[in-house]
Every structure is written in C-alpha cells, then in structure tokens.
C-alpha cells in the first residue's frame, strides 16, 4: 500500500446511489416522449422503455460496451417504428444525460476527495456514462476513463491499464476502489491493481477470492490510507 500513489475510483453507486438517479431521469424523459412523441407512450410505458433497452444490449454486443450510444439506438429504434424523425434521437439521449447527472453524492465523497486529492492523484473508472466535470467534482480528478473511452468494459484488465496509462503509473501504484465484487474489485486485481471493495450496504462478499481490503465509505478509505502511509 505504500507504493501506491493514484486512486481510481468508480462512480455509480460508489460516489452516489445510482438507481435512484436512472429511475428519476427516465422518469421525467417519459414525460417528455408523452407531450413530443404521444405515439410511442400510448405503447410503451416506462418500465416497457427500459426493457427493450436492457433487451437492445444483447442485440448489439458491438455497442454494449457504450450505454450512451445504447440508449440513443433505442430511442432510434422508437422514433422510426412510429414514424419521426430518427435524428431526435440525439436530442433524447442529451436530455437523458443531463438528468443523469442530477446526483446525490454520499455524505463523505466531498470531504474525503479533497483529503485523497492532497495526497494522492485521483482518476475515475467507470463503465456509466457519468461525467466528473459535469458534477462538480472535476477539481479532485485528473483524468478519467468510461468504457465508452476505453472500448471496454470492466472487468476487462484494459480499461485499467488505459487508467494507468492516463497518469503514468504502474498498475501497482494504483489503487481502485469500487462497489461491485467483480468489475471492480476483481478485474483491478487482474489488471494488477490492488483494489478496496466500498461496502455501503453490508452486503456479503460474493466470491472465493478475498485478497482485497474493505471499507463501508469514504471516510473509511481515508483513515486507512493515513495508516498505511
């Protein structure tokens, strides 16, 4: 630990919970096919929406990698099986992603990033579509990497390795902290990062390799760096 001198950190439901976000964004975006495309409301309600996204994933493998272009093909798809203009697909997954980025961040992510960007240099990792700079939190970070970026998504070692590559570190030097057991913890470590499982739900640990250190929040991570140092 104390060779490590860059933190990646992932975003969804590590900085803030993301299921409350995508539920609201798609929400508010049912609202606005209703009164600008009635046609695809009157048979597709917001659940309905949402599966044939999740449904359009297995379809295009070559694009499961970019939820953004994901989503926008979705729409695409929608907007021409009801006869408008598929170009207004572009104009839809805008306004997805700007009330994407309406997010809560937990409690401690604002404290503990402006002690961890002091002393170590910060870099997201994520497989959302989720934009630091769009947060407020882009004065903590000094890059970032999206599957959608790295062609990737984690668990894949090379969406790592584009993250050292990014800040000139050695796998090694680079610590990942994320919430989920495989794409996060899991895939660092074959990468060769050593890796924090962020635990903020107690949750049980899924699997039989158990070479990673844990924390509940960020508050956590910071003690236990400022004891490793």
């Not at 001198?5 to 929400?27: C, G, K, Q």
């Not at 659940?47 to 695409?76: G, K, M, W, Y």
């Not at 998504?153 to 390795?161: R, T, V």
Request: with cysteine.
């Amino acid at each position: 630990m104390n060779q490590v001198r860059v933190i990646s950190f992932d975003l969804d439901d590590t900085l803030w919970a993301i299921w409350p976000v995508i539920d609201r964004a798609e929400a508010l975006l049912h609202d606005h096919l209703c009164t600008h495309f009635p046609r695809i409301t009157e048979h597709h309600d917001r659940i309905d929406l949402r599966r044939l996204r999740n449904a359009l994933n297995d379809e295009r493998p070559d694009i499961a990698h970019d939820l953004t272009e994901l989503r926008r093909v979705s729409f695409e798809s929608l907007l021409e099986q009801y006869d408008y203009d598929s170009n207004a697909s572009y104009d839809l997954v805008a306004r997805f992603l700007e009330l994407r980025h309406d997010v809560t961040l937990y409690p401690d992510v604002i404290p503990a990033l402006e002690i961890l960007s002091d002393k170590f240099t910060l870099i997201a990792v994520s497989n959302g579509n989720a934009d630091v700079s769009r947060l407020g939190i882009g004065k903590f970070f000094s890059g970032q990497v999206s599957a959608r970026s790295a062609g990737v998504k984690k668990p894949d070692p090379k969406i790592f390795q584009k993250a050292c590559e990014i800040v000139n570190a050695k796998s090694f030097e680079v610590l990942h902290v994320g919430d989920h057991p495989l794409e996060d913890v899991l895939g660092s470590q074959d990468a060769g990062l050593p890796a924090v499982w962020i635990n903020r739900s107690g949750d049980q640990w899924p699997h039989d390799r158990q070479t990673h250190l844990e924390v509940t929040d960020l508050t956590e991570l910071v003690k236990l760096l400022s004891q490793a140092r």
